[in-house]
Protein backbone atom coordinates (compact mmCIF):
# COMPACT_ATOMS: atom_id res chain seq x y z
CA UNK A 1 0.00 0.00 0.00
CA UNK A 2 2.87 2.12 1.12
CA UNK A 3 5.02 1.94 -1.83
CA UNK A 4 2.05 3.02 -4.18
CA UNK A 5 2.55 6.57 -2.72
CA UNK A 6 5.46 8.71 -4.22
CA UNK A 7 7.15 9.26 -1.14
CA UNK A 8 10.52 10.39 -0.73
CA UNK A 9 13.58 8.37 -0.03
CA UNK A 10 13.50 10.17 3.54
CA UNK A 11 9.72 9.54 3.66
CA UNK A 12 10.00 5.63 2.35
CA UNK A 13 13.18 5.58 5.58
CA UNK A 14 10.09 7.24 7.76
CA UNK A 15 7.61 4.43 6.80
CA UNK A 16 10.08 1.97 7.31
CA UNK A 17 11.32 2.96 11.11
CA UNK A 18 8.25 3.70 12.32
CA UNK A 19 5.42 1.09 10.71
CA UNK A 20 7.69 -1.48 9.81
CA UNK A 21 11.06 -2.20 12.07
CA UNK A 22 8.55 -1.18 15.36
CA UNK A 23 6.66 -3.91 15.37
CA UNK A 24 9.18 -6.55 14.85
CA UNK A 25 11.25 -4.95 17.73
CA UNK A 26 9.55 -6.33 20.48
CA UNK A 27 9.00 -9.74 18.80
CA UNK A 28 12.96 -10.10 17.56
CA UNK A 29 13.97 -8.76 21.77
CA UNK A 30 12.29 -11.97 23.11
CA UNK A 31 11.90 -14.26 20.44
CA UNK A 32 15.16 -16.19 18.69
CA UNK A 33 15.17 -15.03 15.16
CA UNK A 34 15.78 -17.72 12.46
CA UNK A 35 18.75 -17.03 10.42
CA UNK A 36 17.85 -15.39 6.95
CA UNK A 37 15.19 -13.72 8.86
CA UNK A 38 17.23 -10.56 9.17
CA UNK A 39 18.85 -10.59 5.89
CA UNK A 40 15.28 -11.09 4.70
CA UNK A 41 13.93 -7.90 6.28
CA UNK A 42 17.12 -5.40 5.50
CA UNK A 43 15.92 -6.83 1.70
CA UNK A 44 12.78 -5.59 2.01
CA UNK A 45 13.37 -2.63 3.52
CA UNK A 46 16.06 -1.84 0.55
CA UNK A 47 13.45 -2.78 -2.04
CA UNK A 48 10.66 -0.20 -0.86
CA UNK A 49 13.50 2.36 -0.88
CA UNK A 50 14.00 1.67 -4.31
CA UNK A 51 11.24 0.48 -5.68
CA UNK A 52 13.01 -3.15 -6.48
CA UNK A 53 15.39 -0.95 -8.61
CA UNK A 54 18.84 -0.88 -8.68
CA UNK A 55 19.98 1.50 -5.72
CA UNK A 56 21.18 4.98 -6.03
CA UNK A 57 23.19 5.14 -3.01
CA UNK A 58 24.84 2.54 -1.16
CA UNK A 59 23.63 0.70 1.66
CA UNK A 60 26.52 1.49 3.91
CA UNK A 61 25.83 5.52 2.86
CA UNK A 62 22.23 5.21 3.82
CA UNK A 63 22.75 3.09 7.56
CA UNK A 64 25.48 5.98 8.36
CA UNK A 65 23.52 8.38 10.90
CA UNK A 66 22.58 12.03 9.71
CA UNK A 67 25.70 13.83 10.73
CA UNK A 68 28.26 12.32 8.19
CA UNK A 69 25.95 12.18 5.37
CA UNK A 70 23.78 9.23 6.00
CA UNK A 71 20.22 8.71 6.00
CA UNK A 72 20.05 6.75 9.55
CA UNK A 73 18.19 3.59 8.31
CA UNK A 74 18.40 0.92 10.56
CA UNK A 75 20.57 -2.15 9.74
CA UNK A 76 18.08 -4.92 10.97
CA UNK A 77 20.64 -7.54 11.37
CA UNK A 78 22.83 -5.09 13.70
CA UNK A 79 19.49 -4.15 15.08
CA UNK A 80 18.83 -7.23 16.57
CA UNK A 81 21.98 -8.48 17.80
CA UNK A 82 21.94 -4.90 19.65
CA UNK A 83 18.32 -6.00 21.16
CA UNK A 84 19.86 -8.99 22.46
CA UNK A 85 22.76 -7.81 23.62
CA UNK A 86 20.85 -5.48 25.54
CA UNK A 87 19.20 -8.49 27.47
CA UNK A 88 22.69 -9.70 28.50
CA UNK A 89 23.18 -5.73 30.18
CA UNK A 90 20.11 -5.93 31.57
CA UNK A 91 20.36 -9.43 33.21
CA UNK A 92 24.04 -8.53 34.51
CA UNK A 93 22.54 -5.54 36.44
CA UNK A 94 22.18 -5.77 40.33
CA UNK A 95 18.73 -5.44 40.02
CA UNK A 96 16.39 -8.47 41.27
CA UNK A 97 13.45 -7.83 38.91
CA UNK A 98 11.09 -10.63 38.58
CA UNK A 99 11.67 -11.08 34.80
CA UNK A 100 14.95 -12.43 35.73
CA UNK A 101 14.30 -15.52 37.42
CA UNK A 102 13.83 -17.53 34.37
CA UNK A 103 16.63 -15.98 32.25
CA UNK A 104 18.68 -16.97 35.54
CA UNK A 105 17.39 -20.12 36.09
CA UNK A 106 18.13 -20.94 32.58
CA UNK A 107 21.18 -20.19 32.15
CA UNK A 108 22.55 -21.36 35.82
CA UNK A 109 22.90 -24.97 34.17
CA UNK A 110 25.66 -23.09 32.06
CA UNK A 111 27.81 -20.85 34.55
CA UNK A 112 24.81 -18.44 34.88
CA UNK A 113 25.60 -14.58 34.52
CA UNK A 114 29.09 -15.56 34.98
CA UNK A 115 29.25 -16.51 31.71
CA UNK A 116 28.94 -13.19 30.56
CA UNK A 117 32.13 -11.99 32.38
CA UNK A 118 34.10 -15.03 31.49
CA UNK A 119 36.60 -15.68 28.01
CA UNK A 120 35.06 -18.64 26.40
CA UNK A 121 34.70 -20.11 23.31
CA UNK A 122 30.83 -20.87 22.28
CA UNK A 123 31.62 -23.87 20.46
CA UNK A 124 33.13 -25.72 23.43
CA UNK A 125 29.60 -25.21 25.44
CA UNK A 126 27.36 -28.03 25.79
CA UNK A 127 24.30 -25.83 25.01
CA UNK A 128 22.54 -28.64 22.70
CA UNK A 129 19.81 -30.00 25.77
CA UNK A 130 19.94 -27.31 28.20
CA UNK A 131 19.04 -23.73 26.54
CA UNK A 132 16.42 -22.36 24.84
CA UNK A 133 17.57 -21.42 20.99
CA UNK A 134 16.72 -17.82 21.88
CA UNK A 135 19.72 -18.10 24.67
CA UNK A 136 21.51 -19.94 22.68
CA UNK A 137 21.58 -16.89 20.00
CA UNK A 138 22.36 -14.59 23.10
CA UNK A 139 25.60 -16.22 24.05
CA UNK A 140 26.77 -16.98 20.45
CA UNK A 141 25.95 -12.74 19.85
CA UNK A 142 28.01 -11.96 23.49
CA UNK A 143 30.91 -14.13 22.60
CA UNK A 144 31.50 -12.20 19.23
CA UNK A 145 31.80 -8.97 21.17
CA UNK A 146 33.13 -9.93 24.88
CA UNK A 147 36.16 -12.31 23.39
CA UNK A 148 39.48 -10.56 24.17
CA UNK A 149 43.15 -11.93 24.68
CA UNK A 150 44.33 -10.90 28.37
CA UNK A 151 46.85 -8.67 27.79
CA UNK A 152 49.08 -8.87 31.03
CA UNK A 153 49.68 -11.22 34.17
CA UNK A 154 46.53 -9.61 36.37
CA UNK A 155 44.25 -10.03 33.57
CA UNK A 156 44.64 -13.76 33.85
CA UNK A 157 44.18 -13.70 37.56
CA UNK A 158 41.43 -11.71 37.68
CA UNK A 159 39.08 -14.33 34.73
CA UNK A 160 36.64 -16.60 36.28
CA UNK A 161 37.58 -20.10 35.39
Known sequence: MWSQRDLSIAGKINIIKTLALSKLVFICSVMNTPKNFCKEVDKIAFDFIWIHKPAKIKKTTLIKQKTVGGLDIKNFTLFDKALKLNLVKRLCSNSDAP?????????????????????????????????????KQII????????????????VHSEPI
Request: net charge negative.
Open 99 to 135: WQYIPKLLLAGVGGTELFKSNYDYNLLDLDNRLPTFY
Open 140 to 155: FYWQDIATAIPKNKNE
